[in-house]
């Protein structure tokens, strides 16, 4: 089993920045990917990034592109999610998953075992 904590969400202006952190224990060494989510008030969970573990190749969904980066310290089995130039559709609860295989496609909320509770970003206008 895995458990995954996310931190560093909060309240920031439009234009600014903000790091979020996932520290995973348990059996992290299973794990094959590691992403981010993010779900807002009333729309579908979106993909927002990740990283496959073995290569430490990332990818990113089109609306963060070039805003987001994903990195990883693997001695301390905590991946992060660098957001810079927010915007108030940035707005949403950011959830940390993992999963153990590579079957499913990726951007899809249903390929992955492992959550964490969630950590809310609020960008204001």
């Known amino acids: 089993q895995v458990q995954l904590a996310e931190s560093g969400g909060g309240l920031v202006q439009a234009g600014g920045s903000l790091r979020l952190s996932c520290t995973a224990s348990g059996a992290t060494s299973r794990m094959y990917t590691m992403a981010w989510f993010r779900q807002a008030p009333g729309k579908e969970r979106e993909f927002v990034g990740g990283m496959r573990r073995s290569t430490g190749k990332t990818f990113y969904g089109d609306s963060v592109e070039g805003r987001f980066s994903v990195s990883s310290d693997n001695a301390k089995n905590t991946l992060y999610l660098q957001m810079s130039s927010l915007k108030p559709e940035d707005t949403a609860v950011y959830y940390c998953?993992?999963?153990?295989?590579?079957?499913?496609?990726?951007?899809?909320?249903?390929?992955?075992?492992?959550w964490g509770q969630g950590t809310q970003v609020t960008v204001s206008s």
């Open positions: 998953v993992g999963r153990t295989s590579s079957s499913g496609q990726y951007t899809r909320s249903s390929a992955y075992d492992f």
